[in-house]
C-alpha cells in the first residue's frame, strides 16, 4: 500500500509520479514527492509503478529517496565503521552512497577513522536530519512490563563486561548475558535471537541463547549434535568422555547439554556409541 506521507528514516512505498532529468519523482497518497536520483534507476520503472525506497536527506538537507537499504532505519541501532572524523564530527558507513553523520557531542568517546562503533539513529530536532549517536544508554527503555519469561526477542551485542555481554533487546531494552551461558562464538556488534531468562526489579533484563527450560533446550542441543554428526558423513570420533573446550568449539553447547543430548539420541535409537566415536544408525 502506498503510504499516506513521506516516512524520513524509513522504507517508503511511493508510486512512480513524474519521469525528469534528474531522475524519477515518487508521490504518497497525500501528493507529497520525493526525488529519487537518476543513480537508482533501472529500466524496469514506469509511470504509476509502486516502488519501496527509504528516506533520507542530501546534502542540502531535502528528502530523497534510494533503492538501497541502510544498515538500520531511524530509532534503530547498528554496528558500524567509521570512514572520515572532522572537528566537528565524524561519518560512519550505513551502507549508502551517503555516509551517516555523527555530530562530536552525540559521541561517548572520541572517533577515529576505522574504529566499530554502535550507534542509534535519530532524526536530529534542529535540523531534521538523520545523524547517528553513541551516547545509547539514554534511548533504552527500563519499563520492562511487556516482556515474558521466554519471550524471543532479537539482541545487538554492544559491549563486553567480565560477566558477560551486555546487550540491546528488540532495539528498546537493556540486558545481559552471562559468559558462562555462552558456548559458541559471539562478538560485540552481532545481532541474534535470544530468549527472556529474567526481568529483573532494576528494568534490566537477563537473556539467554536457548530456550528456557529442559525441555526446549534439549530439543535445540540435540539437534545441533545431529547435525554436526550428518555434515560429517553421520560419523564422528567424540563420544561422551570428549573433553568440553572441543565440545565447545564443535557443537556450541556445554558438556553438560552435550551428554544428555547424546543419550537422547541413543534413547531414540537415532545413534550409536562406543569407544571410536557416535555414527548414525
Known sequence: MINEHIQLGEINTLKINRITEPGIYLEAQDEEVVLLPNAYITNDMHLDDELEVFIYTDSEDRLVATTQTPYGMKNQ????????????????????????????????????????RIVRIIEDEETSRLIGVEKIT?????????????????????????????????????????????????????????YIKNVRDDGKVDVSLQPIGRTNAADINTKKVLDVLEQNFNDLPYNYKTDADTIKELFGISKKAYKRALTKLVEDNIIKIDENGMSKI
Not at 527500563?142 to 558477560?164: R, Y
Open 138 to 194: 539514554s534511548f533504552l527503555s527500563s519499563d520492562t512490563q511487556k516482556l515474558e519469561k521466554n519471550q524471543e526477542v532479537e539482541i545487538l551485542l554492544f559491549a563486553k563486561t567480565p560477566m558477560g555481554y551486555k546487550v540491546i533487546i528488540n532495539n528498546t531494552y537493556e540486558g545481559m548475558i552471562y559468559k558462562n551461558e555462552i558456548f559458541s562464538d559471539v562478538n560485540v556488534g552481532e545481532k541474534l535471537t535470544a
Open 77 to 116: 541501532f547498528m554496528f558500524t565503521k567509521v570512514v572520515d572524523t572532522t572537528s566537528f564530527g565524524a561519518f560512519v558507513d550505513w551502507g549508502l552512497l551517503k555516509d551517516l553523520f555523527v555530530p562530536k557531542n552525540r559521541q561517548k568517546n572520541p572517533f577515529r577513522e576505522g574504529d566499530m
